[in-house]
């Protein structure tokens, strides 16, 4: 029943858009270890909102792409600990060594670090829910966590786009809550005519759009918590603000933008889901080494 439940999860997250995907053969998160969280800061922590440098004490991430370079990242714990934690862990264990960069759509993001290569994942990689900071913008440069069903892991994107994309409406959201509310009454229907496997499927389903509904909730509050600065900022350094709220953003590029675009510029291909974004040729993370300013 797990499988088909992959199938029917699959389905929901492309009928409702959501394009960045760390394949569905990670579970649907039913815990609330991965339910959504909003972060509060402090009212002088600026995130991603205002150029980024690096000072003395700050963490930061040193991605190096096989032939193409480095990319330097700041870290921001105080915005997203679980996974900030998370990536440290995971590079310095060199979990992120000869991982693809598997998916590059140029105006858009580049994709990587999935476990089998191919944007899907392995069984026994961490699970953990989006962490939303409303000053943590899908900016330019932005390093982001990849999620199925909100459920964060292993994989991360990198923002690749100079321009500015899309300003949804709340609206949007609003109907995607609204389907979500639907399935959820389904299945409750569903559990109480139904035992065994079956029942558990439903359940598992329940929990599913659930978590879903609480990440549109969290999308509509980042249009909300968006002020006309962000507006701005977004319109004149680039981004897609259409993934704010969905989508952990842990960190922003202050070096190695020339990487970013290179890599961006490369010939692609038609991926096994038939989206042209697979790199004709190979594209390796060397390491990830995690550094701290003296």
Known sequence: MKNTLKKITCGLLAAASVIISAGCSQSAGS???????????????????????????????????????????KLFPEAAPKGVS??????????????????????????????????????????????????????????CYANAGGVNGTQFYI???????????????????????????????????TSGDEQAYYQQAMDYYQNKKNIYEMNMKAINDRTDEMTERYKEKGGY?????????FGQVVEGFDVIDNISAVEVKANSSGEKSLPVEDIFIESVTIGTVE
């Open 31 to 73: 815990n609330s270890g991965t339910a959504p969280t909003e972060v509060k800061t402090s009212s002088s922590f600026k995130g991603n909102t205002e150029d980024v440098t690096l000072e003395k004490g700050d963490t930061y991430a040193l991605i190096k792409i096989k032939d193409f370079g480095e990319i330097k990242c």
């Open 86 to 143: 998370n990536f440290i862990e995971l590079a310095e264990s060199g979990y992120y060594t000869d991982k693809k960069i598997h998916r590059v759509v140029k105006d858009f993001m580049l994709q990587g670090g999935s476990g089998n290569g191919d944007g899907t994942s392995v069984e026994g990689e961490p699970e953990f829910g989006v962490e939303y900071n409303t000053n943590m913008r899908h900016y330019y440069g932005a390093l």
């Open 159 to 193: 923002i690749n786009n100079k321009g500015c994309g899309e300003f949804t409406d709340a609206s949007y959201y609003e109907n995607a809550i609204k389907q979500c509310e639907d399935n959820v009454k389904t299945c409750q229907e569903k559990i109480k005519t």
């Open 241 to 249: 603000p259409f993934l704010d709220g969905g989508y952990t953003v």
